[in-house]
């Protein structure tokens, strides 16, 4: 009994520390429906969000329910996309959106909205962040070898940003402003055509 009284303790903290933010919800036709994103957490399928609607009715959504979701945080919009990576499904968040490629990133704990507890625990956690690129394809740029995919992905592209790959200003923490400057070097060379 007293195991049921902990767990019920757990969860009602993590619930009270929880903010609402008001937001929309994507679905897979296309649709926008309000309401109220609370907390992102990771589950051993990937990760879910709740949310409630604007009738009061609380759901937990699943990433392949959904196209994706999003809100303001801090002044801030905050845009997310559903995503299948080897089999789990994730919520990730754009980081860079450009015309050539985009960049999505893995919700980490900085904000109170996201639980990452579970995260910890995976034996191979995902990668942190991701490419999209062409038709919807997807690349995921682990830690682990980044230089040589990232070096691969950008070589027939832009084989000079490719040779600049892990060196300064172009690490993996950098990712952000390595896919801002291919963007804007592929826009050059169409504007020259």
């Known amino acids: 009994m007293r195991h049921y009284y902990l767990l019920i303790l757990i969860l009602f903290s993590s619930l009270a520390s929880a903010e609402s933010f008001r937001g ?13 994103l609370n907390v992102l957490q ?7 969000i709740t949310f ?28 997310f996309v559903s995503r299948q990576h080897e089999g789990m499904w994730y919520f990730l968040q754009e980081e860079v959106r450009g015309r050539s490629i985009s960049l999505f990133r893995l919700p980490k ?46 070589r027939e592209a832009s084989p000079e ?9 172009y690490r993996y923490r950098n990712m952000d402003a390595i896919v801002t ?7 050059r060379r169409r504007r020259r055509l």
């Open 24 to 36: 929309f919800l994507l679905t897979k036709d296309g649709y926008q429906l309000t309401g109220y």
């Open 42 to 48: 990771y589950s051993p399928g990937g990760n879910i």
């Open 52 to 79: 409630t609607n604007d009738f009061g009715d609380e759901y937990s959504i699943h990433p392949f329910l959904v196209s994706g979701f999003g809100f303001n945080y801090n002044g801030e919009s905050m845009r």
């Open 109 to 154: 704990g900085g904000g109170r909205w996201v639980d990452d507890s579970m995260l910890r625990m995976f034996s191979t956690p995902p990668p942190e962040y991701y490419l999209e690129y062409g038709q919807g394809e997807f690349l995921a740029v682990p830690r682990g070898g980044y230089k040589r995919n990232l070096r691969e992905f950008l």
């Open 161 to 169: 940003l490719a040779k600049k790959i892990g060196s300064r200003g």
């Open 181 to 187: 400057e291919f963007n804007e070097r592929s826009t």
